[in-house]
C-alpha cells in the first residue's frame, strides 16, 4: 500500500504537480476590516464620530457640519467602508417624540454627508430614541450627553 501511494506521488512530480498536495494557490484573501480600529481611524481622522444638536433641535451648527466634513472625506477616500448614523435624543423627551428627533437627527447628517460625496447606499441610519444614553467624564464627574448623532463604522 505504501509503494503505491509513493508511485503515486512520483508520478505526480514527474508531471509537474507539486506532489503532496497538488492544488493549485490559492489567491490571496481580501483585506479583513476591524470595525474597532477603523471606528478609531475615523474619530483620529475627523476629530470625532459624533455630533452634537440643541435639546429640541435636529438642524447642523457649525460645529457638526466641521465634523461632518471630515468624515465624509475620510469615507471618500475609504470607499468599501459603509456605516450606521445612530440618532440619540435627550433623556427628558417622551419615548415617542425621542425616536422621531433621533430618527430627523441621523437623517440630517445622511443628508449632509451625502452632500458631501458619500454614496448614499454607504449610509443606514438607526433611531436609539433615548434608548442608548451616553456619558462622558468632565475631570472626576460623569455627565449625561443626549441629542446626538454618532457614526458608527460597520
Avoid at 447606499?121 to 468632565?138: C, H, N, Q, V, Y
Amino acid at each position: 500500500m505504501v509503494t503505491i501511494r509513493l508511485r503515486a506521488l512520483l508520478f505526480a512530480g514527474s508531471l509537474g504537480c507539486s506532489g503532496l498536495a497538488s492544488a493549485q494557490r490559492l489567491p490571496p484573501a481580501p483585506p479583513v476590516f476591524n470595525p474597532a480600529v477603523l471606528q478609531a481611524e475615523l474619530r483620529t481622522a475627523a476629530g470625532s464620530d459624533t455630533i452634537y444638536f440643541s435639546a429640541q433641535g435636529y438642524g447642523l451648527d457649525a460645529s457638526a457640519i466641521r465634523v461632518l466634513t471630515a468624515q465624509a472625506a475620510w469615507l471618500r477616500a475609504n470607499p468599501a467602508i459603509v456605516v450606521r448614523l445612530d440618532g440619540h435624543a435627550d433623556q427628558n423627551d417622551t419615548k415617542d417624540y425621542a425616536f422621531a428627533i433621533a430618527e430627523r437627527r441621523a437623517a440630517a447628517a445622511r443628508d449632509f454627508l451625502i452632500t458631501q460625496g458619500v454614496s448614499p447606499d454607504r449610509l443606514t441610519l438607526a433611531s436609539w430614541g433615548k434608548e442608548r444614553p451616553g456619558f462622558m467624564r468632565i475631570g472626576v464627574s460623569t455627565v449625561g450627553v443626549g441629542p446626538r448623532v454618532v457614526t458608527t463604522v460597520r
